[in-house]
């Protein structure tokens, strides 16, 4: 598949993603959706059937979270509440990805703990370097060093800064600069593969199953805090099942271009596997940025002075 037919595809599931509330039912009510037990499960059947590529293994060798241990990720849970408080304080837009992404720490946090994932160290420190490279590139930007700011978290962070899209625009572009930009170079970093051999994409698809829990509560709270219209769009019943089939679609994306950089043996490939990811991101947040333009955010910021601390 070449970059531009990759980067069609990603645009095509942001536009699917964006048309949809993710409003899941709750465990004691029946299913609105009978699809989603059709469709939801066999897909991950699929995709456990899709093979990792035969990467070697390797030790650890990053700085960040050396240990493995829970601490890593309750630091970076601890940056996190700090950072989203002083977004929330000033009605910042950027509060709006900062608290999902918060959410979905947490919840990583709790899967880790309850023995969820086969490799609890693994997952303790891509949580950890995945959330240093969002830390650093909004850090950058904030100070205004913006030089060498990817394309995708550009156009992301200069919709916040213009307060140009609405509240779901900004967390989609946030979303797609952090996934699908950001998430394949912590991979290859981490490692695909533990030193014995172990491929760890078992654990990276495993998580999709969490996700399909977070959707309903995290939007709810964004536009009861944030944008009141995070929520409004409607498209029957079946949101959920094509929020977890996209969602499904972008992570194995994502691995797929982890080893990309992985087997690169030369600096062309690493540097046409980098373009790759590069302009697979970007282009979806240029069309995301113009579906979800606004004329003016007034509303919304009133809405946050009167709801953000309502956390």
Same mark, same amino acid.
């Given at each position: 598949?070449?970059?531009?037919?990759?980067?069609?595809?990603?645009?095509?599931?942001?536009?699917?993603?964006?048309?949809t509330p993710?409003?899941?039912?709750q465990?004691?009510?029946?299913?609105?959706d009978?699809?989603r037990?059709?469709?939801?499960p066999?897909?991950?059947?699929?995709?456990?059937?899709?093979?990792?590529?035969?990467?070697p293994?390797?030790?650890? +060798?990053?700085?960040?979270?050396k240990?493995?241990?829970?601490?890593?990720?309750?630091?970076?849970?601890?940056?996190?509440?700090?950072?989203?408080? &002083?977004l929330?304080?000033?009605?910042?837009?950027?509060?709006?990805?900062?608290?999902?992404?918060?959410r979905?720490?947490?919840?990583v946090?709790?899967?880790?703990?309850?023995?969820?994932f086969?490799?609890e160290?693994?997952?303790?420190?891509?949580?950890?370097?995945?959330a240093?490279l969002?830390?650093?590139?909004?850090?950058?930007?904030?100070?205004?060093?913006?030089?060498?700011?990817p394309?995708?978290?550009?156009?992301a962070l200069?919709?916040?800064?213009?307060? +140009?899209?609405?509240g779901?625009?900004n967390?989609?572009?946030a979303?797609?600069?952090?996934?699908?930009?950001?998430?394949p170079?912590?991979?290859a970093?981490v490692?695909?593969?533990a030193?014995?051999?172990?491929?760890?994409k +078992?654990?990276?698809?495993?998580?999709?199953?969490?996700?399909?829990?977070?959707?309903?509560?995290?939007?709810?709270?964004? +536009?009861?805090?944030?944008?009141?219209?995070?929520?409004?769009?409607?498209?029957?019943?079946?949101e959920?099942?094509?929020?977890?089939?996209?969602?499904?679609?972008?992570r194995?994306?994502?691995w797929?271009?982890?080893?990309?950089?992985?087997?690169?043996?030369?600096?062309?490939?690493?540097?046409?596997?980098?373009?790759?990811?590069e302009?697979?991101?970007?282009?979806? &947040?240029?069309?995301?940025?113009q579906?979800f333009?606004?004329?003016?955010?007034e509303?919304?910021?009133?809405?946050c002075?009167?709801?953000?601390?309502?956390?």
């Amino acid at each position: 598949m070449t970059s531009l037919t990759r980067a069609a595809l990603g645009i095509l599931l942001a536009l699917v993603v964006v048309a949809t509330p993710l409003v899941p039912a709750q465990a004691d009510e029946p299913d609105p959706d009978p699809i989603r037990g059709l469709v939801l499960p066999p897909l991950d059947s699929l995709i456990g059937l899709l093979r990792p590529l035969p990467v070697p293994g390797a030790d650890y +060798a990053g700085d960040l979270c050396k240990s493995g241990g829970d601490e890593c990720i309750d630091e970076v849970i601890d940056r996190m509440y700090q950072r989203l408080d &002083g977004l929330v304080a000033t009605c910042s837009h950027s509060a709006i990805f900062s608290l999902a992404y918060l959410r979905v720490t947490e919840n990583v946090r709790d899967a880790v703990r309850s023995g969820y994932f086969d490799d609890e160290k693994w997952l303790n420190r891509v949580d950890t370097v995945f959330a240093e490279l969002y830390f650093d590139t909004t850090s950058r930007w904030e100070s205004g060093r913006r030089t060498g700011i990817p394309a995708a978290w550009r156009i992301a962070l200069q919709a916040e800064d213009d307060k +140009a899209v609405s509240g779901l625009g900004n967390f989609m572009l946030a979303m797609n600069a952090h996934i699908n930009r950001d998430f394949p170079y912590v991979i290859a970093k981490v490692g695909l593969t533990a030193p014995d051999g172990t491929s760890h994409k +078992a654990d990276h698809d495993r998580y999709n199953q969490r996700l399909d829990s977070l959707y309903a509560p995290v939007f709810a709270e964004e +536009a009861r805090r944030f944008d009141p219209t995070f929520d409004d769009v409607n498209a029957g019943t079946v949101e959920e099942t094509i929020a977890g089939v996209i969602m499904r679609g972008w992570r194995e994306m994502v691995w797929r271009h982890a080893e990309l950089l992985a087997l690169a043996r030369t600096p062309l490939q690493r540097t046409l596997a980098q373009r790759e990811i590069e302009t697979y991101a970007a282009l979806q &947040g240029l069309m995301i940025r113009q579906l979800f333009q606004i004329p003016d955010s007034e509303r919304r910021d009133a809405w946050c002075a009167a709801h953000g601390q309502d956390g």
